[in-house]
């Protein structure tokens, strides 16, 4: 008997009001939101924002003060043979050193009442087939995140929750990790990805969700987070930085240098910083309006987020 069929693949995540505190520091702060199958969704937010505790609390690892995580509807406690509804990877290092690869996925299916070729079916799935029998101390940082995989595909579950997945994988590894989320969310399954890699999740998230400090900042799609980001600014290139710089920082604008000779205008439409340009006699190849990148979203969204951070500097303050 072979993994079972999930009726419409249709468990969603929903997080209300979760709030947890750990001695005097508040992790997560009241968050809610839900995610939705048929799309990736991923989950993101400086360190320190209560990422990995929020996934502890939906995967019912640490009980919240208040609030609840539900899968499908129930609390992960309450979900019987848990790999078929749910696969989760929290940390490939999390594993005996001393196990083979395939008696750690066989423990896991029989505690779930899946059959053994189940097993060997999934290990060749990740490309373990040949390091099966390979004990997880010698396994690579890669080879461990593949493992972790496996172990979250063993039941064939509806929901998949990863954390940072692509740490460790080659090239090759990361391409068939996006492969793998994308086929799973376009079956109509749930995936919901944690990742610090904005230019990853720019490549594999249709959704994201980023906290800060413990509190929700943004549930929105990609494409509006990016949107949102490019409204009223400008990109210019030009090789007279210098004086463009002076000339549009006396305008009131804000001017960042993002290299070469790449600046980001904020704070005057294209038109008007063309005609302040031609009018100064300052040649310049190209005035648009910009197209903001997922981490550039990112970076003004959580910048009152972050933990450690390093001082931005802008052209405002010279160069």
Not at 6 to 19: C, D, K, N, V, Y
Not at 211 to 237: F, M, N
């Amino acid at each position: 008997m072979g993994p079972p069929t999930l009726p419409g693949m249709t468990a969603s995540i929903e997080a209300r009001g979760l709030f947890k505190r750990y001695g005097r520091t508040v992790a997560v702060n009241g968050l809610s939101f839900t995610v939705e199958p048929g799309r990736v969704t991923g989950f993101v937010g400086p360190n320190g924002a209560g990422k990995s505790t929020t996934l502890r609390l939906i995967l019912g690892l640490d009980r919240p003060d208040e609030g609840n995580a539900r899968i499908g509807g129930r609390s992960y406690r309450e979900l019987h043979r848990p790999l078929c509804h749910v696969g989760a990877l929290l940390d490939p290092a999390a594993l005996h050193p001393r196990r083979r690869a395939r008696a750690h996925l066989l423990w896991l299916a029989r505690s779930n009442g899946l059959p053994a070729k189940r097993v060997d079916e999934i290990l060749e799935q990740v490309g373990l087939a040949s390091a099966a029998r390979k004990r997880a101390g010698g396994y690579s940082l890669g080879m461990r995140a593949r493992l972790g995989i496996a172990a979250a595909l063993l039941g064939n579950p509806a929901v998949l929750l990863l954390d940072e997945p692509v740490n460790g994988l080659d090239v090759e590894g990361i391409a068939w990790i996006r492969q793998l989320l994308r086929s799973h969310a376009d079956e109509g399954r749930t995936v919901f990805v944690s990742s610090h890699l904005m230019s990853e999740m720019e490549e594999t998230a249709d959704h994201v969700i980023i906290i800060g400090r413990g509190k929700l900042l943004a549930d929105t799609s990609v494409e509006a987070l990016r949107r949102q980001a490019s409204t009223g600014r400008v990109a210019l290139r030009t090789e007279r930085r210098p004086e463009v710089i002076a000339l549009l920082a006396g305008e009131g604008a804000t001017v960042t240098m993002t290299g070469g000779d790449q600046l980001t205008v904020d704070g005057l439409p294209a038109a008007r910083v063309a005609a302040l340009l031609t009018g100064a006699g300052l040649a310049f190849s190209e005035v648009s309006s910009h197209r903001a990148s997922l981490e550039e979203a990112y970076m003004d969204l959580t910048r009152d987020s972050v933990e450690f951070g390093v001082p931005v500097v802008t052209m405002e303050d010279g160069e």
